[in-house]
Every structure is written in structure tokens, then in C-alpha cells.
């Protein structure tokens, strides 16, 4: 079992940043993948962005020299760094980790991103 808690997410200006926390109640470098997945309204969940247990990193396209995914292994935390953020990033962005076979889901944190 893996829970995960989501935070940082909020209302900023277009050009803005925001940085996002996932906090794992297990060990994430025990962790098979963990990464970000957000959902607008109307919209399927797409994946933003995923870190591997050998640190291996994947980006969308779209967001791609905008955000960085990184994992603190001492906090059992992985962070999202969203920079020069556009009314198109706001989303419902949701955790996920993948772990023996299984896939956990945080609860979501709104990101709104105003024009």
C-alpha cells in the first residue's frame, strides 16, 4: 500500500510558478514510478510528467522546458516545479505511484492559472 498527499497547488498569473509536493508513506525510491497526471474539465486525465526508480524522467510535450519533476528520497517526496505556467495548465493535477503490480493515486490539488 501506498498513500500519497498532495499539496502546493493554487491561483497564479499567467508567467507565474508553482511547485508541487507528493508525499509517499513509503520509501519512493522503493517506488517502480511515480509522477503527475492532471485532468481539466471536459478533458481525459494525461500524463504531465513521471520519475522512475532510476531516476529516468519523462515530460509531455506541452510541458516540456516548463516543468521539472525531481524526488527528495530523504522526504519521500516527489516535487513538480511548474514555471511560466498558461491558462491552459489549469487542471486538477493528481499524484500516482506505481508499485508491485499496483497503481495508487493522491487526491488531487486544483492549479488554476489566470490570463
Known amino acids: 500500500q501506498v498513500q500519497l498527499v498532495e499539496s502546493g497547488g493554487g491561483l497564479v498569473q499567467a508567467g507565474g510558478s508553482l511547485r508541487l509536493s507528493c508525499v509517499a508513506s513509503?520509501?519512493?525510491?522503493?517506488?517502480?514510478?511515480m509522477g503527475w497526471y492532471r485532468q481539466s474539465p471536459g478533458k481525459e486525465r494525461e500524463l504531465v510528467s513521471r520519475?522512475?526508480?532510476?531516476?529516468?524522467?519523462y515530460s509531455a510535450e506541452s510541458v516540456k522546458g516548463r516543468f521539472t519533476i525531481s524526488r527528495d528520497n530523504a522526504k519521500n517526496t516527489v516535487y513538480l516545479q511548474m514555471n511560466s505556467l498558461n491558462p491552459e495548465d489549469t487542471a486538477v493535477y493528481y499524484c500516482?505511484?506505481?508499485?508491485?503490480?499496483?497503481?495508487?493515486w493522491g487526491q488531487g490539488t486544483q492549479v488554476t492559472v489566470s490570463s
Open positions: 500516482y505511484a506505481v508499485s508491485g503490480g499496483r497503481e495508487y
Open positions: 513509503r520509501v519512493v525510491a522503493s517506488i517502480n514510478s
Open positions: 520519475i522512475t526508480r532510476s531516476g529516468t524522467t
